[in-house]
């Protein structure tokens, strides 16, 4: 049984649930349904190990993160293995990709805690000022089912590197991944304590954390159904809050069309489309748009869909029944409202073992109006909505009319347009000519019901650090 880890120790639960590989339905694992009594516990842990480790110097706590990144790039096979047997994200990505990625994370806030400093404002010949970033205390971290090795990493490397204690609480649909990363953390010499995962579901184990009164910030990576009413449960705790996206792709008819091409595809069909960044509105100016759409889906009809084990698979299975019910349900959708399948539309052949499993073709809608739900609401699988445009004010009207506001990806040669693009596009990241290429030191998050905070190099300190400012009399 997958239990939970609390100070450095397995602990279990009354309880317990199944986690179930989603390539065949076959059940992974069962593990331990966790709620307040062993969020109560966790916290505990995590405020008593507080002190020493807030304690300990910047330097030491960088050398245990590095050991910790070290240790996960040693593990990167069996990790990306257990974390596509329980997401259906394919090894390609897991074992290229996601898991090397986290270790990355390791690394990189180890060099920020290091070079944190303050800003000093000499008032007058009376007053000196000066701030300080000291860590927060017990934070709680909530990551969703989509890349949650990577998502865990992600806070819990700024967390931990800036002094703070963690409870971490995965996703009930692919737990596996963050106990292997507790295990890790002890070995890598983090003491227990520091680091605690408590597994089960939102409604209690992370109904139970939000609302914990020793819990002093949140970093949360979800839906804005859920981001919302953490708000409203959170009281008066520092947040952070990832949420949905509906990002549009916008495709000018002056832009390098085989580099656009490529990036369309990659943006919406990697990792499923169970991506929040997903370019899933593509926006495409008139003159291009017959042979773009053509393009499109013949590239769509190539993608191999099946075994997310095999390196060469694009498309492996959505995460849960649940989850396919809801995807399949925006391909009818979208037929009713009437736009116009160009590819899929129906459920994809795969091997007997796989028969079992929660698969949808990927499949390509053209001739999508905007106000149309399948382009308004975030689908969260491997579902493009293809959009025509006349001219710019049009791109930026239509790229804006949505309730989401994560990502954004403008495509063109003109420089001019690429800035006012960027300037009037209602989005906490803009990408020109660029799919998703992350520097770990941009800021990461968005804007409208796509969230609030930023997370990211210094960015990080906003959730996981409280600034402090010093007023000396002289
Ligand atoms: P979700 O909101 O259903 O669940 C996310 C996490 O919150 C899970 O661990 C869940 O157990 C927990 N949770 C549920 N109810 C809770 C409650 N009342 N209190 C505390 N925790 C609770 O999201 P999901 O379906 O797991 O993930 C998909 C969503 O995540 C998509 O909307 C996607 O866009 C978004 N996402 C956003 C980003 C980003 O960086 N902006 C990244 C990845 C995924």
Redesign the pocket.
């Known amino acids: 049984m997958l239990k939970h880890m609390i100070n450095g120790k397995r602990v279990e639960s009354r309880e317990v649930f199944e986690t179930r590989n989603p390539a065949t339905n076959e059940v992974l694992a069962e593990v331990a349904a966790g709620g307040a009594e062993e969020i109560a516990a966790a916290v505990q842990a995590a405020k008593d190990a507080f002190p020493a480790w807030a304690a300990k110097p910047a330097a030491e706590r960088a050398k245990l993160m590095r050991n910790l990144g070290e240790l996960i790039t040693k593990n990167v096979p069996e990790i990306a293995e257990m974390e596509t047997n329980d997401t259906g994200q394919v090894i390609g990505q897991t074992k290229k990709a996601l898991v090397p990625r986290a270790a990355d994370n390791f690394h990189f806030f180890a060099e920020v805690c290091t070079r944190m400093d303050g800003d000093c404002y000499p008032s007058d010949d009376t007053h000196l000022n000066y701030t300080m970033f000291q860590p927060v205390g017990v934070c709680a971290l909530?990551?969703?089912?989509?890349?949650p090795f990577m998502?865990a990493t992600w806070k819990t490397a700024p967390c931990l590197a800036l002094g703070n204690t963690a409870v971490l609480?995965?996703?009930?649909?692919s737990p596996m991944t963050a106990d292997r990363l507790a295990e890790l953390a002890l070995e890598a010499g983090i003491p227990a304590g520091v680091l605690n995962v408590v597994q089960g579901?939102?409604?209690t184990?992370?109904?139970a954390?939000?609302r914990h009164p020793d819990v002093r910030a949140i970093s949360?990576?979800?839906?804005?159904?859920?981001?919302t009413?953490?708000i409203q449960?959170a009281g008066l705790k520092k947040y952070s809050m990832?949420?949905?996206?509906k990002s549009p792709f916008i495709i000018f008819d002056d832009a390098d069309y085989e580099r656009a091409l490529d990036a369309a595809v990659f943006m919406i069909f990697s990792n499923n489309g169970?991506?929040?960044?997903a370019g899933s509105r593509i926006l495409i100016q008139e003159s291009i748009y017959d042979r773009f759409v053509a393009d499109f889906a013949a590239r769509a009809s190539r993608l191999k869909v099946g075994d997310p084990l095999d390196p060469d698979t694009i498309i492996g299975p959505m995460i849960s029944r649940d989850?396919w019910e809801k995807v399949t349900s925006y391909i009818e959708l979208g037929k009713q409202e009437g736009a116009r399948v160009v590819f899929g539309g129906c459920t994809p052949e795969v091997p007997e073992k796989f028969r079992n499993g929660f698969w949808v073709q990927p499949t390509v809608f053209a001739d999508v109006d905007n106000l149309m739900r399948i382009a308004q609401e975030?689908i969260?699988g491997p579902v493009p909505c293809l959009i025509r445009f006349k001219d710019e004010a049009q791109a930026l009207q239509i790229a804006n009319d949505v309730a989401y506001g994560?990502s954004s990806y403008v495509w063109t040669e003109s420089t001019g347009r690429a800035l006012r693009m960027a300037r009037g596009i209602e989005s906490g990241m803009v990408f020109v000519n660029s799919q998703n290429v992350r520097d770990l030191r941009q800021p990461?998050?968005?804007t409208k019901a796509?969230?609030t905070g930023r997370e990211g190099g210094h960015w990080s300190f906003e959730v996981f650090a409280e600034a402090k400012n010093v007023c000396m009399s002289l």
Do not use: Q
Request: net charge negative; with cysteine; aromatic share 10%.
């Open positions: 909530i990551s969703p089912w989509n890349v998502t609480k995965m996703s009930e649909l579901y939102g409604a184990v992370g109904d954390l939000v949360f990576t979800g839906s804005t159904a859920t981001g009413r953490i449960n990832e949420l949905g996206g169970e991506r929040c960044t989850h975030e969260f994560l990461f998050g968005g796509s969230g």
